[in-house]
């Protein structure tokens, strides 16, 4: 009796009190209604979430394998050169970029924002030049013969310029070019004297006789040559009778 009550004051004691309810509380408590609902809906949230990420897988590996048998069929088509497809997903291009590669085939995505976007692939031995890819580029439909065209007139013109370049490289005699030019108008020695006063100009910075001191007209200049050849004849014959006498 004394042994039941010593133990028993042991426990009723502030110390032991405080141990008790220490192990008490670290022990789990039993699950509330709520959090038996959370974890229901927690537990069907990740169930969902496993069947979407296995019917994504599913589908990635039914488009591969269809890409596989299209590109095949393509490879064996010897009448075709490219294949063209219609819009699609972002992994969608990215699972036949890769089918494409493995074949061994050209791929190219085209198309301005990711709705429009598509897939084109090409054969080795058909690659497409940067024109062609340009065009596809800027959303229009290759056409090799406007193509050729556009070469054509392309490589012309080039030459074109490059003839003219030449041209001016060659040194051009004043002479010749003025007489070439206006032989036709005013005959070919005059035009032979034009030119080479067309020469004595150059000498003067280029700069027309008219624009300078002489602003006589031709009549006027003739008449005072005329003169001048008067006066000297007059001086000639004046000092011959000067001398007979």
């Not at 609902?37 to 994504?56: F, G, H, P, T, V």
């Not at 992994?91 to 791929?107: C, N, Q």
């Not at 310029?161 to 003025?178: D, K, L």
Request: with cysteine.
């Amino acid at each position: 009796m004394q042994h039941e009550a010593s133990f028993r004051l042991k426990l009723d004691s502030p110390k032991m009190a405080d141990l008790l309810g220490s192990i008490l509380s670290s022990m789990e408590k039993p699950p509330t209604v709520h959090d038996q609902e959370s974890r229901r809906k927690a537990r069907e949230q990740a169930a969902r979430l496993k069947k979407i990420e296995e019917d994504e897988k599913r589908k990635k590996a039914e488009f591969r394998k269809k890409m596989e048998k299209e590109v095949s069929e393509f490879i064996q088509d010897s009448t075709l050169q490219k294949k063209k497809y219609d819009p699609m997903g972002k992994i969608e291009r990215s699972i036949l970029h890769d089918v494409a590669e493995v074949a061994g085939l050209t791929s190219f995505s085209f198309g301005e924002d990711e709705e429009s976007r598509y897939v084109m692939l090409f054969k080795k031995e058909f690659a497409p030049s940067d024109e062609e890819l340009e065009a596809y580029r800027k959303g229009e439909e290759w056409d090799p013969q406007k193509a050729e065209e556009r070469r054509r007139l392309k490589e012309q013109a080039a030459l074109e310029m490059q003839e003219a370049s030449h041209t001016q490289e060659r040194p051009v005699s004043p002479n010749s070019n003025y007489r070439d030019k206006y032989s036709h108008l005013i005959g070919t020695s005059a035009a032979k004297d034009a030119a080479h006063m067309l020469q004595a100009n150059r000498a003067y910075g280029c700069v027309p006789v008219a624009n300078k001191r002489d602003t006589r007209s031709i009549e006027e200049a003739m008449n005072e040559i005329r003169a001048k050849k008067r006066l000297k004849k007059g001086q000639v014959e004046a000092t011959g009778s000067g001398s007979s006498v």
